[in-house]
């Protein structure tokens, strides 16, 4: 895809993602981390704290993307909301018990997938690319990976993921339809790979880049399988990352409306398309820093790889978001990049840029927290 044409599919699925399932993370967010008991009665408090959270938030992940760090959206939100709430209302103010999950899940997301995406891409190079004849291997095994490609994709939508839409189906009723799908992708995808790939090897007469022409047909084949798993990292991503960010901006909207604490409100969909549409935004400016870090520094990526790390990365954030986890989609795409390249030896990936991409990821949550405690006192100094 060019720069263009991805940022138009991510506008498209990231929108989908944060309005149709995103609700549920930012619940996680916005009522999980701090204890609404210790502000019970002021209501204003939490209001100016989630105020000063967005804005901590904002600055540092400005600044890093600026700087093509890929630091997570997540971590930043989840940092900010801590620091707040510890300078208004103490430690006590912060449910720990909470976090302790939420940190633990920034940990479980990149080994799971890293794990997900070493087998997947050892799969493919086992069975495709280090055949006798890997044009036809990719016809034959080819089809079957759109299996769980529309399996999971479909139960994205279908298992408790489009609310807004009355489509919120039990995992039981989802499973059979969802795996009906795949098998109809698997279908189609047994129909026209075959003649896809016969064309693309007949049409290359000699070699490209020093590849044989049935290596570059198949890597073909997987562009096309790359662009639905980059939607479904897209789709994932706005149902995980926008829902986080725009979290303090529904707690603030529901007490500035009512002018109390609720235990539970709804979200406005106004609030989710505003958070998918900053995120197209930043995409369109300062995206391209962090895709030369996660896509060219890490590890060499090719189609069958970048179909692999997004597959991963896709099966574990949705997992995630349907668990009401608020998994970082840096950490989980970061860790199945890393897995895809450890497939192919030690040596295949740069050490030195996953030492710096880890040494951001430890900043920002200290970072953010201390920087949203300061603008929090800083507020309360002009508004009293």
Same mark, same amino acid.
């Given at each position: 895809?060019?720069?263009?044409?991805?940022?138009?599919?991510?506008?498209?699925?990231?929108?989908?993602?944060?309005?149709?399932?995103?609700?549920?993370?930012?619940?996680?967010?916005?009522?999980?981390?701090?204890?609404?008991?210790?502000?019970?009665?002021?209501?204003?408090?939490?209001?100016?704290?989630?105020?000063?959270?967005?804005?901590?938030?904002?600055?540092?992940?400005?600044?890093?993307?600026?700087?093509?760090?890929?630091?997570?959206?997540?971590?930043?939100?989840?940092?900010?909301?801590?620091?707040?709430?510890?300078?208004?209302?103490?430690?006590?103010?912060?449910?720990?018990?909470?976090?302790?999950?939420?940190?633990?899940?920034?940990?479980?997301?990149?080994?799971?997938?890293?794990?997900?995406?070493?087998?997947?891409?050892?799969?493919?190079?086992?069975?495709?690319?280090?055949?006798?004849?890997?044009?036809?291997?990719?016809?034959?095994?080819?089809?079957?990976?759109?299996?769980?490609?529309?399996?999971?994709?479909?139960?994205?939508?279908?298992?408790?993921?489009?609310?807004?839409?009355?489509?919120?189906?039990?995992?039981?009723?989802?499973?059979?339809?969802?795996?009906?799908?795949?098998?109809?992708?698997?279908?189609?995808?047994?129909?026209? %790979?075959?003649?896809? &790939? +016969? !064309?693309?090897? @007949? $049409?290359?007469?000699? =070699?490209?880049?020093?590849?044989?022409?049935?290596?570059?047909?198949?890597?073909?084949?997987?562009?096309?399988?790359?662009?639905?798993?980059?939607?479904?990292?897209?789709?994932?991503?706005?149902?995980?990352?926008?829902?986080?960010?725009?979290?303090?901006?529904?707690?603030?909207?529901?007490?500035?409306?009512?002018?109390?604490?609720?235990?539970?409100?709804?979200?406005?969909?106004?609030?989710?398309?505003?958070?998918?549409?900053?995120?197209?935004?930043?995409?369109?400016?300062?995206?391209?820093?962090?895709?030369?870090?996660?896509?060219?520094?890490?590890?060499?990526?090719?189609?069958?790889?970048?179909?692999?790390?997004?597959?991963?990365?896709?099966?574990?954030?949705?997992?995630?978001?349907?668990?009401?986890?608020?998994?970082?989609?840096?950490?989980?795409?970061?860790?199945?990049? %890393?897995?895809?390249? &450890? +497939? !192919?030896?030690? @040596? $295949?990936?740069?050490? =030195?840029?996953?030492?710096?991409?880890?040494?951001?990821?430890?900043?920002?949550?200290?970072?953010?927290?201390?920087?949203?405690?300061?603008?929090?006192?800083?507020?309360?100094?002009?508004?009293?």
């Amino acid at each position: 895809l060019t720069f263009r044409n991805a940022v138009i599919l991510a506008a498209i699925f990231e929108f989908g993602g944060a309005i149709l399932a995103g609700g549920t993370v930012t619940d996680t967010i916005r009522k999980g981390i701090i204890d609404h008991s210790a502000f019970a009665g002021d209501a204003m408090k939490v209001a100016v704290g989630m105020t000063a959270a967005l804005l901590a938030s904002a600055l540092w992940l400005n600044l890093a993307s600026s700087l093509g760090w890929p630091v997570s959206t997540t971590h930043s939100i989840v940092g900010a909301v801590a620091g707040f709430a510890i300078a208004q209302g103490g430690a006590d103010a912060v449910n720990w018990g909470t976090m302790g999950k939420v940190v633990a899940s920034w940990v479980v997301s990149p080994v799971m997938g890293g794990c997900i995406g070493f087998v997947t891409f050892s799969f493919i190079r086992a069975k495709i690319l280090n055949q006798d004849d890997p044009a036809a291997a990719a016809s034959r095994i080819g089809p079957w990976l759109l299996v769980p490609v529309g399996t999971i994709l479909s139960l994205a939508f279908l298992y408790k993921g489009l609310k807004n839409l009355k489509l919120d189906l039990a995992f039981g009723q989802a499973m059979p339809v969802a795996l009906g799908i795949g098998l109809l992708m698997a279908i189609i995808g047994k129909i026209f %790979i075959p003649r896809y &790939l +016969a !064309r693309a090897t @007949a $049409a290359k007469s000699g =070699r490209e880049g020093g590849m044989d022409p049935a290596y570059v047909a198949v890597e073909r084949v997987f562009v096309v399988l790359q662009v639905v798993t980059a939607c479904m990292v897209a789709f994932a991503h706005g149902s995980n990352d926008v829902a986080n960010a725009v979290g303090p901006v529904a707690a603030v909207y529901a007490i500035t409306s009512t002018g109390e604490l609720a235990a539970k409100v709804g979200v406005p969909i106004w609030i989710l398309a505003a958070g998918g549409a900053g995120i197209v935004i930043g995409l369109a400016t300062y995206g391209y820093k962090v895709m030369v870090t996660v896509g060219k520094k890490i590890t060499e990526m090719t189609p069958t790889r970048g179909f692999a790390a997004e597959f991963a990365a896709a099966t574990t954030i949705l997992v995630g978001s349907r668990l009401g986890l608020p998994l970082s989609t840096t950490h989980t795409l970061v860790g199945s990049v %890393i897995g895809v390249g &450890l +497939a !192919r030896g030690l @040596a $295949a990936v740069d050490l =030195r840029v996953i030492r710096g991409v880890v040494m951001s990821w430890l900043i920002t949550v200290p970072f953010a927290a201390v920087l949203s405690g300061v603008i929090c006192k800083i507020i309360e100094l002009f508004v009293g």
